[in-house]
């Protein structure tokens, strides 16, 4: 059975630093990973989606990478800002049923200014 | 881009109560749509997969008569929470594919609404 964990649950760093999440899975028969961004009481927003055959991927200050053989993915935020404070969900698709995303706990960042 | 709009975006109502909740593609068609849950500071938890036209497939442990769902048009899944009692309460998030972005085996994300927050007294 697929399980995704997130490490840390909380992070809270000074505006304007470079900062990693953590995310890994127990089984790498996977489609792709995705990182998702969560507001509080809202739905998920989608930020970057890395394809099994992929290493990495990046948009704007973010960047993930993918780590399919070790289980383990990391979403790098560079020049942190207080507008990105949120909760980080990583999900990944599980081979053979795509469609199954299984998420992780979350981190839950704070940036202050 | 695709959008999917949730509603009611909150309620709370009466322990005993049937509460609807309706999932939209806006923008897209979507054979099938996907029920999820999120307790406080956890993550989210595959309830159902809902599938136009036919009975949805409901994950281990999730009662089908608690909840119904009903994909009835390609924009369109329901999902009532039957006599909902204070367990109920959590975060209700669906998600959706888009027709056009290939089969459900293809590596193309799911569009996630802004989720329900229903609360039971």
């Known amino acids: 059975k697929q399980e995704v964990t997130q490490i840390p649950a909380a992070l809270s760093v000074p505006e304007g630093e470079n900062l990693v999440l953590n995310c890994s899975f127990t089984?790498?028969?996977?489609?792709?990973l995705q990182w998702f961004r969560q507001d509080p009481g809202k739905g998920l927003t989608s930020l970057l989606l890395?394809?099994?055959?992929?290493r990495e991927q990046t948009s704007g200050r973010l960047n993930a990478s993918l780590d399919k053989s070790s289980g383990r993915s990391t979403l790098y935020i560079a020049a942190s800002q207080p507008g990105d404070s949120a909760t980080y969900l990583c999900?990944?698709?599980?081979?053979?049923?795509?469609?199954?995303?299984?998420f992780g706990q979350g981190t839950r960042l704070t940036i202050n200014p | 881009g695709a959008v999917v709009s949730q509603h009611p975006s909150w309620v709370i109502c009466k322990s005993g109560t049937s509460v609807k909740i309706e999932c939209r593609s806006l923008?897209?068609?979507?054979?099938?749509m996907f029920w999820y849950r999120q307790f406080p500071k956890q993550s989210l938890m595959l309830m159902a997969t809902?599938?136009?036209?036919?009975?949805?497939?409901?994950e281990q442990g999730v009662e089908k008569d608690k909840f119904l769902i009903n994909h009835a048009s390609l924009t369109l899944s329901t999902l009532t929470v039957t006599s909902a009692h204070p367990e109920d309460s959590s975060f209700y998030i669906c998600?959706?594919?888009?027709?056009?972005?290939?089969?459900?085996?293809?590596?193309?994300?799911?569009?996630f609404g802004d989720g329900t927050r229903l609360s039971i007294l």
């Open positions: 998600s959706a594919r888009d027709l056009r972005e290939g089969p459900i085996s293809s590596n193309q994300p799911q569009h």
């Open positions: 089984d790498s028969a996977i489609y792709n």
């Open positions: 890395i394809q099994s055959s992929q």
């Open positions: 999900a990944v698709s599980p081979r053979p049923k795509a469609q199954k995303l299984v």
């Open positions: 923008d897209f068609q979507a054979t099938t």
């Open positions: 809902s599938n136009e036209g036919s009975k949805a497939t409901y």
